[in-house]
């Protein structure tokens, strides 16, 4: 069993609409958590950092955290047809070092 | 612009011949990291470097190897060794052991 789940989509909504991502862990001793958007045929770009649990907002995107339940969120509130991407959950340990475990992305396209 | 530059963004090898990755950051960034993307599968982790001279193991460091002569650059070199080489190469860095990874934007490696 992997270590970091994430359905791989992909995840089809229209235009406008809110586009709800999401991530199961198994490994307790995680404390950080990502979220990275890959576009086709480039590097991951960071969106989110959140830091054990908790909700954090930038803009119109929103990651929420539950370590109780080993479950993590992405929201992207007003999608728009650039947000086609792949979304990739990431998360380590304390005095990881960049030693992330990362999910194999959900695959969200945005149709106008 | 600071960033990280990998080049050359797409590379073709015969079996059975070693090939450098190059990676480059100005960012001033003490760690970094090479990761392996494979379709419907997360990053994982090949060599990771927190300092001039000195570089461990990841999960799948076998056929690999990297120097780390200079601050900016941790070159991969993919032997032939590896049995699998084909796939896309992201080479990361970060600041701090508790700070989230940056990405260049990958080479994609085909190997026939």
């Known amino acids: 069993q992997k270590e970091v789940e994430q359905d791989p989509g992909p995840l089809s909504v229209p235009e406008g609409a809110i586009v709800s991502l999401n991530c199961t862990y198994s490994?307790?001793?995680?404390?950080?958590f990502m979220w990275y958007r890959q576009y086709s045929r480039k590097g991951p770009e960071l969106l989110m950092y959140?830091?054990?649990?908790g909700n954090k907002e930038d803009g119109r995107f929103t990651a929420q955290v539950d370590k109780s339940s080993k479950y993590i969120s992405l929201f992207i509130r007003d999608s728009q047809p650039s947000d086609s991407a792949t979304y990739l959950c990431?998360?380590?340990?304390?005095?990881?070092?960049?030693?992330?475990?990362f999910g194999a992305g959900t695959q969200v396209v945005v149709t106008p | 612009d600071g960033g990280i530059t990998q080049s050359p963004k797409y590379l073709f090898r015969k079996e059975g011949q070693n090939v450098t990755l190059s990676c480059e950051q100005n960012?001033?960034?003490?760690?970094m990291y090479w990761y392996r993307q494979d379709p419907g599968q997360g990053l994982r982790l090949i060599y990771y470097?927190?300092?001039?001279?000195?570089?461990q193991k990841g999960d799948i460091a076998e056929g690999y190897s990297v120097s780390r002569e200079k601050k900016e650059s941790f070159p991969l070199t993919v032997t032939s060794a590896q049995k699998n080489p084909t796939a896309f190469y992201l080479c990361?860095?970060?600041?701090?052991?508790?700070?989230?990874?940056?990405f260049g934007n990958g080479t994609r490696l085909t190997v026939t």
């Open positions: 990361a860095s970060t600041h701090s052991r508790d700070s989230p990874l940056h």
């Open positions: 490994n307790s001793a995680f404390q950080y």
């Open positions: 959140t830091y054990s649990s």
């Open positions: 990431a998360m380590s340990g304390t005095d990881s070092w960049g030693k992330l475990q």
């Open positions: 960012l001033n960034h003490d760690a």
């Open positions: 470097s927190q300092i001039v001279n000195d570089f």
